[in-house]
Structure formats: C-alpha cells, structure tokens
C-alpha cells in the first residue's frame, strides 16, 4: 500500500501489480515475460528434484521472485 507521508514513492507490490498486469495484457512482448518465465522454469525443476517441494510450488515461487526483482528495480 502506498505510504500517505510519501506521495511520491511506489511501493513494491504496487509494481509488481503493474509488471504481471503488463505481462498478461502484452503476452510475450513484454520485457519482463522472458524473465519471469525463466523464473518460473527453475523453481520448477527446483521443485522436481527437491523432495520438500512441489513443481507447481517452485514454479510459482520462481516466477514470484524474478517477478520482485524486476519490479524492484
């Protein structure tokens, strides 16, 4: 949520909801899909050979955190 003290500054949820809005409404032509989607794919084989996680977990974790650094910056 956005800090009343602080109009100016966004914060990081607030564009991390704008980069996955950009992503499901550009598809592939969005710069951060590539990321995120190779985000996904390595928590998803993160989930296959670890045995405390599960492949929908680790992709969706992979994809979370590539999400959160492209939005961070």
Known sequence: MDDPNR???????ND???EAKGIAKDGF??????????GAAVGAA???LLPVLSIPVGLLGGAAFMLYKRAKR
């Open 7 to 13: 109009p100016g500054e966004r914060s990081v949820i």
């Open 16 to 18: 991390m909801v704008d």
């Open 29 to 38: 032509s969005h710069p951060s899909t590539k990321p995120v989607a190779v």
């Open 46 to 48: 993160a989930g296959l």
